[in-house]
């Protein structure tokens, strides 16, 4: 009862632009093949999304753990419907979804939140369309109303095997911190709301640290953890 | 070329509680027949909601208007999922999957949003997960730290007549005012956010006002307006 193991193996088989627009009823725009070095002899999971920074940052998190694993993560670019609701909620349709679009393949989706204590778990899944109008400073000025300034970040993933009768499965993982005003890294881009959220425990901003910390501590290395302690199992067996 | 008229009629077909959670894959929970007293000589559009407040809302604004029209309305209860984005897309996409579901018949759906000029439209189509979370009081608090605390009431409805090869047309309302902490009328019972929306020109919240000062000047009295001519015209021809 034993898989062939390798390292894990994210394919970059993609880069494209985020795009969080309610999209045409048609939701899978592509498939991209992959290249050549994808291990071809174990089961293959595909992650599927349209922002290159998810990507990067998934592939930075699986690409640092040595140890074997019995699958590879492929990727494809799909630009899927964003959905209100519960974060489980929403990541389980968008899973839901996905299988749909790709008859029935092993299929992994991801959905982020940062969610502000004081605003009960708000904005949450809006997260996106908060900081895109309202920029750091005002994310700052929604809770000037507030004492409590403490926040959550949440990486919901949510990956199906495809067989039937089955519901995707729910990995999270969540890092505590709180919002400060904006800090940047001197060097470097910052990326999203990193620049406003404070680890707890940690007197930099996701934005000032290096990578490998803030992977090692982040929201969606803790949710890839169970998701890589799933497959690992499921493959194994 | 010209068609049979009567009055307006909103069958009441159902009344069903609301739900703004992601729903299943199957967004169409069921189709409830409509009573005997509904025209069959005049095409009838189907207004596709989950809402009971918003069918009540739209009866008594299209039953209020005395003129002859050459349509009518009946209801359907669909459970349709809730998609991010702007307005316009939301409830153009939410028709797209209504006609969908429906098999092209004429179909009319709803979306409304509470617009925070400070927050730069938010939470705009949000709104139902912050104020069922946050409450009236803090909605306010939100605009503590900024000093403008216009908003407006903004209603969208999207309307398609099934035919192949057309995109769902919309048709909106806006309603100006402010955020204010709420008032409610001593009697009766406040619908959502109404309670802390104040009309520019009133000195009452929409909560305080009676239904037909409400109905004569809401957002959703606009947007149903620009609809009833749209269909007059349309079933005229």
Redesign the interface.
Known sequence: MTSPRSQVLLSTCFVSSFT????T?KYLSSTIPCPSSARMSVPAVTFVTGNKNKLREVSQILNADSSQTPFTITSQKVDL??????PD??V??KC??AV?ERSRALTLVEDTCLCFNA????????IK??WD??GHD?LN??????DDKSAYALCTFAYSSGKAGTEPIVFSGATEGKIVPPRHSPNGKAFGWDPIFEPAGFDQTFAEMDKETKNSISHRFKALAKVREHLTKEFSD
Chains 1, 2 share one sequence.
């Not at 605003?119 to 809006?126: D, E, N, Q, S």
């Not at 000025?141 to 507030?146: E, I, K, N, T």
């Open positions: 969080s627009k309610v999209l009823p419907p964003e959905l209100q609701g519960d909620d929403i389980r349709e839901r979804i749909g605003l009960k778990g708000l904005p949450g899944p809006y369309w908060f109008r309202l005002g000025q929604m809770l000037a109303g507030f």
